[in-house]
């Protein structure tokens, strides 16, 4: 680990050359985990068990808000500590999954992915969280147009340039399907977790819920949506500096 001077991880403790093994007591096997878990837990203690000279050290460490220009998602503001995750030749290493241990490692990506959404939604509701992570029909078009780019960049040769579209455009694929399917989930009227409570409901009551209670039901579920479209198109503009240049072209 590389610890950048005065920040939270160098107020924690952090050393250089300290190895993660574990995040609020879960075992990590990335580097993924670890910047996922300080990206959402602005201003709550995250503690870390770090490997040092051979011995566990517990560290705590208090991620700090930040707003930066990510390559793909565009200017956000995420939790950072100031800890920069390194490797080396060594340590990285090449798995290959077989049949059954893939279908057991896509379900704890696939967990993985909904426990962010799910934590992220709830701190976003309880105000501890920026809402300019959400993006909309822009947001996914500028994020694939940006991985296309890194993944031809990172490897000129034709055979390379395909390997690395295919696995990243897959992978953007999946993590778009995972998200959209939970959304779709959700107990809001005109989408599939609506018609589920719906159902749940006459399932336990023995009755249909009222034709008057259901078109109210839908009505909000749809206005609700359509904010939520809208508020997501906002933060896609505000990324791709729309209004400024609009704004510049006035003045």
């Known amino acids: 680990a590389q610890v950048q001077a005065g920040s939270p991880a160098a107020a924690a403790g952090f050393q250089v050359g300290d190895l993660i093994t ?29 490997e040092r000279a051979g011995r566990p050290v517990e560290l705590v460490a208090t991620p700090e808000r930040r707003e930066e220009n990510d390559p ?25 999954y077989g049949l059954v241990e893939a279908v057991a490692e896509g379900a ?28 909309g029909p822009l947001g996914i078009a500028k994020a694939t147009g940006s991985l296309t780019t890194a993944a031809v960049e990172a490897n000129p040769a034709p055979s390379a340039i395909a390997i690395n579209l295919i696995l ?33 409901y006459e399932a336990v009551a023995r009755q249909p819920v009222s034709a008057r209670f259901q078109e109210m039901g839908y009505r909000a579920g749809l206005a ?7 508020f997501a198109t906002w933060n896609d503009l505000q990324k791709l500096n729309l209004f400024q240049f609009l704004g510049g072209l006035v003045s």
């Open 224 to 230: 609700l949506l359509a904010g939520f479209m809208l």
């Open 168 to 200: 990243t455009l897959t992978t953007l694929a999946a993590i778009l399907s995972i998200g959209i399917g939970f959304l779709n989930l959700l107990p809001i009227p005109i989408l599939d977790g609506g018609h589920l409570l719906f159902y749940g």
């Open 22 to 50: 574990d995040v609020n007591g879960k075992p990590i096997k990335d580097g993924s985990a670890v910047t996922r878990t300080v990206m959402l837990s602005t201003g709550d203690p995250v503690r870390f068990t770090v």
């Open 108 to 135: 704890r990506q696939t967990a993985d992915v909904i426990g962010s959404t799910l934590t992220y939604l709830g701190r976003l509701v309880t105000g501890r969280e920026s809402g300019d992570q959400f993006s």
């Open 72 to 96: 793909i998602a565009g200017r956000v503001k995420v939790g950072r500590i100031g800890l920069g995750l390194g490797s080396s030749a060594g340590d990285v290493r090449h798995v290959r």
